[in-house]
Structures are given as structure tokens and as C-alpha cells.
């Protein structure tokens, strides 16, 4: 089983649509979660962080994340053609030799289309 | 402030040299890593350094990859007698500590010929 796993996608929605993305994770100690946008030929990009059980919000991106259900998703609301990109579900387990790194997921490619 | 700097961004060489690949954390960052992406591929964890401990080298995929870090500065990713499967893009990040948020350099494209 896979550390990370997302919807390989691709996704494809219209512009002002609310795009959805899903990740799920097998190690139930996981304490961090991020997600990182990546264009194609760049560096992956830090958009949201999430620590604790719930919703969070900043701008246009909402995180959600469920520790019961081992589960991450992040909503693009009125998804804009510059959110075209891949997007990755990293996740840090926050402990002992582990504690440093990331693993992360095979991306969702996601395209907004005008 | 700077990001993550690496150097070079681009790098050819030819199968069996060796090559360096040099990264500059953000300043005052604790947390140094590598990683690798594949053409087409997700990022694969190398190494990381936590301050003054010894590093997790877990991700390194043989002995051929090695890599230092000076105290909470620049790394360097040392691969001899490369091989066309080591083409990708050695990516470095640097965080706060260990289980904070990390930020990327925009990264080495190594090509072995």
C-alpha cells in the first residue's frame, strides 16, 4: 500500500466551477499535511498546510482533513485557467527517524478550461 | 525574503563522472532535503538534515549518492560514476524545523548522456 495516494486525474473543470481534490494516507499517526501546486517544468509551490482535524480556509483554497478516515482534500473555489497545474497531497508522519520527511502523493492534474 | 537557491539549474554529463549539486537553504532554517522527480514521476525522498544531528539518509538510492551540509547552511549532492537513470530534477527544500512547512528551490535538471 501506498504511503499517499490521490486521484491520478487528470481533472478537468470549466472556469467558476469548484475543483476537488481527494488524498488519502496509511500511517493513522500522521500529525502534518500540505498541498503543493506544481507547473509543469517548475518547483512544487506551498499553497495550503492543515495540522488538526476540520476545514481551513485562505483565499480561494479550503483544506479539509479527516484523521478518522485517514482522508485530505483541498476545494479551488471559482478555479481560475492560472489553476492549471498538478497538485500534490504531502504528508509528514511528524515522528521519530521520520520525523523530517515528506511523502507525497503521485499529483492530480487539474485543468480549468475558459 | 531569498528562497531556496540551487545550483546549477541545468547540468549534462556524461555517464560514469561525477557531479555536484549545491543548495542554499532559506536563512535561519533548521531543515535542509532532497529529493528527486523523475520525468512523469512524484518526488522521492533523498536525505534531510536536522541542525547539528545526524541525517536521515534513508531515501539515498545507493552509495553512490552521498551528500554534507555545513552546520544550518549549503548542501551539496555529490553522485559518482553517474547513470542515465539518474536523469531528473534533484530538488532541495529547507524548513523552520523538522515538521514544519517546506519550501522548494526551483531546482537541478541533472541529464546523464
Known amino acids: 500500500q501506498k504511503e499517499v495516494e490521490q486521484n491520478s486525474g487528470p481533472l478537468s473543470v470549466p472556469e467558476g466551477a469548484i475543483a476537488s481534490l481527494n488524498c488519502t494516507y496509511s500511517?493513522?499517526?500522521?500529525?502534518?499535511f500540505f498541498w503543493y501546486r506544481q507547473y509543469s517544468g517548475k518547483s512544487p509551490e506551498l499553497i495550503m498546510s492543515?495540522?488538526?482535524?476540520g476545514d481551513k480556509e485562505d483565499g480561494r483554497f479550503t483544506a479539509q482533513l479527516n484523521k478518522a478516515s485517514q482522508y485530505v482534500s483541498l476545494l479551488i473555489r471559482d478555479s481560475q485557467p492560472s489553476d492549471s497545474a498538478t497538485y500534490l497531497c504531502a504528508v509528514n508522519k511528524g515522528r521519530g527517524s521520520t520525523l523530517g520527511r515528506l511523502y507525497f502523493g503521485r499529483g492530480t492534474q487539474l485543468t480549468v478550461w475558459p | 525574503g531569498a528562497g531556496v537557491s540551487q545550483s546549477p539549474s541545468n547540468k549534462v554529463t556524461e555517464k560514469g563522472k561525477d557531479v555536484e549539486l549545491r543548495c542554499d537553504p532559506i536563512?535561519?532554517?533548521?531543515?535542509l532535503y532532497w529529493y528527486r522527480q523523475r520525468l512523469g514521476q512524484g518526488l522521492e525522498f533523498l536525505i534531510y538534515f536536522q541542525g547539528n544531528s545526524a541525517p536521515d539518509k534513508s531515501g539515498l538510492p545507493s552509495d553512490r549518492f552521498s551528500a554534507e551540509r555545513t552546520g544550518e547552511s549549503v548542501s551539496t549532492l555529490t553522485i559518482q560514476r553517474t547513470q542515465q537513470e539518474d536523469s531528473a530534477v534533484y530538488l532541495c527544500?529547507?524548513?523552520?524545523?523538522?515538521?514544519?512547512?517546506?519550501?522548494f528551490g526551483p531546482g537541478t535538471r541533472l541529464t546523464v548522456l
Open positions: 527544500a529547507s524548513s523552520f524545523r523538522g515538521y514544519n512547512e517546506q519550501f
Open positions: 536563512s535561519g532554517h533548521t531543515a
Open positions: 500511517d493513522r499517526g500522521s500529525q502534518s
Open positions: 492543515i495540522y488538526s482535524n
